[in-house]
């Protein structure tokens, strides 16, 4: 049954005095339900697609994270918990992504961690909230400490981060801070490859991207090794003129392999052939830490072929937007 039909036998039966109440099982039994079921789920951003009908533990629990958000306007959802009922049934229909509230988020800090994810809610970037749901985040230009740099070419002078904000008291932490590049060394500037060839390296587009799962980046082929690869499309600027900036190059939109992968333990300031336009971390060893605690992700604990979003920052507009 479709999920309005279910709402309006849910009002029938309290009309006479009685509760229809579907569990997980039920649900699951029922697949153009599930389906309409996902499919909101999708649109509130509560559940990755694709929708397939196959209501398993990933859409429970993406159910459940939308009852308990919405019980801060509909308290009564809570009684509904891990089911569907009348409410939820009506909240999942009348609900608009505008209307879902962000979560509390505590910012007293003001510390770096808190300052990224502030940054990311002032451009509408999806946060990733609660226990082991990682947040990664580049940012270009920017060292350790979050001060800024000159971000010259060729250099790995950008981070590689994941911040969680945990379920106990939804302040940011930092879990990991590398150096990394953002950007095409001098090499594959000058020497692109494939598509670049005709139009230029590939330096990817500022923005928010739900594009890559954990892989193999196989590189020249001399040294494969376990990586974010890229899964689906992300926007990028082609630096046909070769200056090293994205002003006035060509946005290019598609799969390029822009993989998340190491450096090569190259020195930091000669990304070398380790950058071609991918999201390269230096060393292999930070790579393998980085790559290890992406992996403790529940989402992709539940599923191997997880995407995970990846946020590009610049670091002079985080600073001018949330100073230190």
């Known amino acids: 049954m479709r999920l309005e039909n279910f709402y309006q036998a849910s009002q029938q039966a309290k009309a006479l005095g009685k509760a229809l109440n579907y569990g997980i099982e039920a649900i699951a039994a029922d697949k153009e339900l599930a389906t309409h079921i996902q499919q909101a789920l999708v649109w509130l951003k509560f559940l990755d697609p694709p929708v397939d009908g196959k209501f398993g533990p990933i859409s429970t629990d993406a159910l459940v994270e939308f009852q308990s958000t919405m019980s801060t306007i509909y308290p009564d959802l ?16 009348e609900t ?4 879902v509230p962000s979560p509390k988020i505590d910012f007293s800090r003001a510390d770096l961690a808190s300052r990224l994810i502030q940054y990311m809610a002032r451009m509408n970037y999806r946060i990733s909230v609660g226990d082991k749901r990682y947040n990664i985040i580049y940012v270009e230009g920017m060292n350790a400490d979050g001060s800024t740099n000159s971000d010259v070419i060729n250099e790995f002078n950008d981070r590689r981060m994941v911040i969680e904000i945990p379920s106990a008291d939804l302040v940011p932490v930092i879990r990991g ?34 594009a890559w799962k954990v892989g193999t980046h196989y590189g020249s082929g001399a040294e494969p090794h376990e990586a974010l690869v890229q899964e689906t499309a992300i926007s990028v600027y082609r630096d046909k003129d070769r200056n090293g900036i994205r002003t006035g190059d060509f946005l290019d939109t598609g799969n390029f392999d822009i993989n998340q992968h190491w450096g090569y333990d190259y020195p930091h300031n000669d990304i070398g052939m380790a950058g071609a336009g991918c999201l390269v971390g230096r060393s292999r ?40």
């Not at 891990?82 to 939820?88: A, M, S």
């Not at 594959?188 to 330096?203: C, L």
């Open 96 to 99: 608009s992504p505008d209307e």
């Open 285 to 324: 060893a930070e790579h393998r830490t980085f790559m290890a605690l992406i992996k403790q992700d529940n989402r992709y604990q539940r599923n191997q072929n997880y995407l995970f979003y990846t946020t590009i920052i610049p670091a002079d507009d985080f600073i001018a937007k949330f100073p230190g």
């Open 177 to 210: 801070n590398w150096e990394a590049t953002t950007e095409p060394g001098t090499h594959y500037t000058f020497n692109p490859m494939g598509r670049g060839i005709e139009y230029g390296a590939a330096r990817i587009a500022f923005g928010q991207f739900k």
């Open 78 to 93: 809570l009684e509904e918990k891990g089911f569907l009922g009348l409410k939820t049934a009506q909240v999942l229909i």
